[in-house]
């Protein structure tokens, strides 16, 4: 596989990120609310600086990696969500997202945070792969004490 090139984003590439965004949730049959409507979301996101967007890819990035940082309870230190991780299908299994995902192990710990979290879907076994090669554990799969499970609710 050629060099990759990974990159923070900026507001100007709000556009490229809401395609990859748009396409990631029309591949796995999520709702979108279109490229166009991603775009000037993430534009004002980034822009207030909540959240952060690794690109791979010089021109038209391939992949992206969208994190989110928060300020941890317990130590003083930071707390890292990675919220998406999305490679386009014709680049996969070339090692993009783990490089996607080593980047922003990277940058994680460069900014201070101690722990960095994400959800994925029981299915996803490429996904939860490439996270527990990178030493990513499962909370629910522990065998000792209660399974933790993740929750949401649309308000």
Aim: net charge negative; proline share 6%; charged share 30%.
């Amino acid at each position: 596989m050629p060099a990759v090139t990974i990159r923070e984003a900026h507001a100007a590439d709000a556009e490229a990120i809401g395609r990859l965004l748009h396409d990631f949730n029309t591949e796995f049959d999520d709702p979108t609310p279109g490229p166009g409507s991603v775009a000037q979301r993430v534009r004002l996101l980034l822009e207030a600086g909540e959240v952060t967007v690794l690109l791979a890819g010089r021109r038209e990035p391939s992949g992206l990696a969208l994190l989110r940082f928060r300020p941890s309870l317990w130590p003083e230190a930071l707390d890292c969500y990675l919220e998406e991780l999305y490679v386009v299908p014709g680049r996969r299994r070339g090692g993009l997202g783990g490089a996607l995902l080593e980047a922003a192990i990277e940058l994680a710990r460069r900014r201070g945070a101690v722990r960095m979290e994400l959800d994925t879907s029981e299915d996803d076994v490429a996904a939860r792969a490439l996270y527990e090669r990178l030493g990513f554990n499962d909370r629910g799969g522990r065998a000792e004490g209660p399974r933790e499970l993740s929750y949401e609710r649309e308000l």
